[in-house]
Every structure is written in structure tokens, then in C-alpha cells.
């Protein structure tokens, strides 16, 4: 049992898992923000356009049951908004990253092979002489 407890705590102090927790937490309240732009600025658009304010009340009545398809269509625009969204989110985030310059592990590439570069001149400046 101690050794679980352990492993429990080693887990729960791992970066990754704050770093994840975090990103759930900004996750979250992005959503509700994505969730106020579709309900306060786009669907009273659309209800405009198209004459209902939502279209969560469309239904179709099949002999005693009722379809709700107006819902999934508020859920249809609501994932589209979403990723669009996200999708800029993610250009920007590139954006800024490749302002910051290259990369380190592109740098670390670049300088082990100006190493290898000289090594390969020294060596033929070495066989040269010989």
C-alpha cells in the first residue's frame, strides 16, 4: 500500500500532469466563451436570417416520437465555431513561435553539423599533409 501511495504522489508531481490540468482549466473556460459567442452573437444572426432564434425547437414528429434535429444542428454550428476557433488559436500560437526564431533542437542540429563539418576539413587538411 505505501508503495502505491508512492507511485501516486510521484505521479500527481509530474509536470505533464499540471501541465495538463491547466490546459483543462483554460480548455474549460474557452468553451464557455465559445459557448456565449454561438448562443449571444451567432444563432440570434442565423434566427434572424433564417426567422427562429434557435434551432433547438425544430422537430419532426414521427408517430409518437419526436426527432429533435434542430438540436444537433445547434450542436453542428456550435463544433464548427469551435474549430474554427481553435484553428486560429493555433495559427497565431505558430505565428509567435516562429517570430522567436529557429528552434533549439534546429540549432543544436545546425551546430552539430558545422562540428562535423570541420572535423571532415580537418581531417582532410590531415591527409593532405601526410
Known amino acids: 500500500m505505501k508503495k502505491l501511495l508512492e507511485e501516486f504522489r510521484d505521479f ?6 499540471i501541465e495538463l490540468a491547466v490546459a ?4 474549460l473556460a474557452i468553451k464557455s466563451l465559445i459557448d456565449s459567442l454561438v448562443n449571444d452573437v ?3 444572426v442565423v434566427g434572424a436570417i433564417f426567422g427562429k432564434p434557435s434551432f433547438d425547437a425544430l422537430t419532426l414528429k414521427i408517430g409518437d416520437g419526436v426527432v429533435f434535429y434542430g438540436r444537433f444542428l445547434s450542436a453542428i454550428v ?6 474554427v ?4 488559436m493555433v495559427k497565431i500560437y505558430e505565428k509567435l513561435v516562429s517570430l522567436k526564431g529557429p528552434k533549439a533542437e534546429e540549432a543544436k542540429e545546425q551546430d552539430e553539423k558545422d562540428v562535423l ?4 576539413d580537418l581531417l582532410a587538411q590531415q591527409n593532405r599533409q601526410s
Open 12 to 17: 500527481i508531481n509530474q509536470g505533464n500532469l
Open 24 to 27: 483543462f482549466i483554460l480548455g
Open 42 to 44: 451567432v444563432m440570434p
Open 78 to 83: 456550435n463544433f464548427l465555431i469551435i474549430a
Open 85 to 88: 476557433v481553435i484553428f486560429f
Open 117 to 120: 563539418i570541420e572535423i571532415r
